[in-house]
């Protein structure tokens, strides 16, 4: 379980998943099936229908509904033909039906001519844009994986890091011992969500597991129960874990607030240094209570600082009475 830098790719997804996980028939455009996916914005096309080309998104899925096919019956046949052909752009991932509408003859055959694949499906158009906004988000969400381990504790989401054999996997196993909850051994996948959030789940391959040396993998959920695991949890703090060096000056305060960058997005970082005799889940604990308080805006270092900077000053204004004292006594 070494630490790991973070490899993110462009996320993208064909037209043919799409298909499979909502189960969408294909009217035309069989061709265009592997044509990617690469925005989860979608588009309804009522402007273009009207004649209104300007800005039109050509990138996005089209999904046409009752009031935009209502419209287009109206059409002329050769203007109808016409729209429909420019609707089905080269770059356009596909067009959707939504409530069961009828394709007309024209857009049939200018998917079929394109390879843009026409789609049909009887949800309705407001519900399926949001299955597929909510789908799409998902999917297409910026992405890396880590090397470490996550864990719930108190509520909140804490990924631990650092060296291969360190300690990782032992501490998220008293974790789980004391009531906390294990979303991710070794592997964690990490999404960012449209609102910034970092959200890490375990890779379907060892979800539930937890890798112990000299014991091997354990099922978490076999052994501690259902309550021990979680599938994924939003990441709010990240506990690196290094071995002790007596060289180096750890704060012993807590004013240094450090902050460690995943997917362009900044989470506070706690560095804890390991040495024998320190219980490691105790401390892990203890971090998520504090980052909690300081979520309510109780900062104990801030406090010690404040209430230091007031004796300070205290003093200084002794001495200087003091010495006005003397001055007073020997003049």
């Not at 049939?108 to 844009?129: C, E, F, G, H, M």
């Not at 890091?161 to 009531?179: D, F, N, P, V, Y």
Request: overall charge neutral; charged content about 30%; proline content about 5%.
């Amino acid at each position: 379980m070494e630490d790991g830098r973070e490899e993110e790719a462009r996320r993208s997804i064909p037209v043919r998943k799409l298909v499979e996980r909502f189960r969408f028939d294909v009217l035309a455009g069989e061709a265009g099936l592997d044509r990617p996916v690469v925005t989860g914005d979608i588009h309804r096309p009522g402007l273009a229908v009207a004649g209104y080309f300007a800005h039109h998104p050509v990138r996005r899925i089209q999904v046409l509904g009752k009031t935009e096919m209502t419209f287009a019956a109206e059409l002329a046949p050769e203007v109808r033909q016409y729209r429909f052909a420019k609707l089905m752009h080269p770059a356009t991932p596909c067009l959707i039906l939504a409530h069961g509408v009828e394709a007309p003859p024209e857009l049939v055959a200018a998917a079929a001519d394109r390879a843009v694949p026409l789609l049909s499906t009887p949800i309705k158009t407001t519900k399926l844009i949001s299955l597929l906004t909510d789908f799409l988000d998902k999917a297409l969400a910026p992405r890396t994986t880590m090397h470490g381990v996550l864990v719930e504790v108190y509520g909140i989401g804490i990924l631990l890091i650092g060296q291969s054999g360190i300690g990782k996997s032992e501490t998220a196993l008293e974790l789980i011992k004391r009531g906390h909850r294990l979303i991710a051994d070794d592997a964690v996948e990490i999404l960012k969500t449209a609102e910034g959030e970092l959200i890490g789940e375990a890779p379907p391959l060892i979800e539930n597991l937890l890798e112990i040396r000299g014991l091997g993998i354990l099922n978490v959920m076999a052994l501690f129960g259902a309550g021990a695991i979680r599938l994924r949890k939003k990441i709010s703090l990240v506990v690196r874990l290094e071995f002790w060096d007596s060289r180096k000056r750890y704060d012993r305060l807590g004013l240094d607030e450090e902050k460690i960058r995943i997917l362009d997005t900044e989470l506070p970082l706690v560095v804890i240094p390991v040495r024998p005799g320190r219980n490691l889940a105790v401390i892990v604990e203890v971090a998520a209570m504090h980052y909690r308080l300081k979520l309510m805006g109780i900062h104990p270092a801030r406090e010690f600082a404040e209430r230091l900077d007031r004796v300070i000053a205290a003093g200084a204004e002794e001495a200087r009475k003091l010495a006005r004292f003397f001055e007073e006594a020997y003049d």
